[in-house]
């Protein structure tokens, strides 16, 4: 699969960075170099692309770069801590592009972001609240049932490590198991988060605002 011909799939999934291109007109993200390339036009909206608008931005794929540069050198603790540094930081992007798809200007989008700076909430609260759906519902539907639950499991553990958990003590350490779990989310998310914002970015429709969904 990672050989594939196939223009419409994501370039070596597993070993980097994969790249999307975004039309510029609604916002669509997407793996097949020929709208890149302006060889097709945008499936959703008709517009022609520009190759120029590429995701995940530059700062991810530097990030991305580097947890599989620690990976290769066994470095368990390290790949999880960048790895959940990773989910918050492409979770904050695709919140950020929903606000600007349902109209929010960049003194709103602070605002609401500022406002939930934790994890927990920006996933059960804030997510819900944008989209009209839970997470891990939306996660469900897009092929990614299991991405909630271990990246929460995953998250656990990392918190038990950095800080002393009164409840639980702390974690020693994160072992080789959390890293691999690490890693397959970091392979996911792309795809996941690519289709979130197909979902919610691209099939926004701007006159409806938000809050009347809430
Ligand atoms: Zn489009």
Not at 86 to 96: C, G, N, R, T, V
């Amino acid at each position: 699969m990672k050989h594939t011909a196939d223009p419409k799939a994501p370039k070596v999934a597993s070993e980097g960075a994969p790249t999307f291109f975004e039309c510029p007109q609604c916002g669509l993200l997407t793996a097949d170099s020929r709208f890149g390339a302006d060889e097709i036009v945008c499936p959703t909206c008709g517009a022609h692309g520009d190759g120029r608008r590429t995701f995940p931005p530059e700062r991810l794929c530097r990030l991305d770069g580097r947890i599989r540069h620690y990976r290769d050198d066994g470095e368990h603790e390290i790949v999880v801590i960048l790895v959940e540094t990773f989910l918050e930081s492409i979770l904050e992007d695709i919140i950020d592009r929903i606000l600007t798809a349902r109209g929010a200007d960049v003194m709103v989008r602070e605002v609401v972001l500022d406002g939930q700076r934790a994890i927990g909430a920006r996933i059960g609260r804030l997510f819900p609240h944008l989209t009209g759906e839970q997470f891990e519902e939306a996660a469900a539907e897009l092929g990614y049932r299991e991405f909630p639950h271990r990246w929460r499991t995953l998250r656990a553990a990392r918190n038990a490590f950095i800080h002393d958990s009164p409840f639980r003590g702390a974690q020693e350490t994160l072992d080789k198991d959390d890293a691999a779990t690490a890693m397959d989310l970091l392979d996911q998310a792309y795809e996941l988060f690519v289709s979130l914002n197909n979902r919610f970015v691209a099939q926004a429709t701007p006159d409806v605002p938000f809050c009347e969904r809430a």
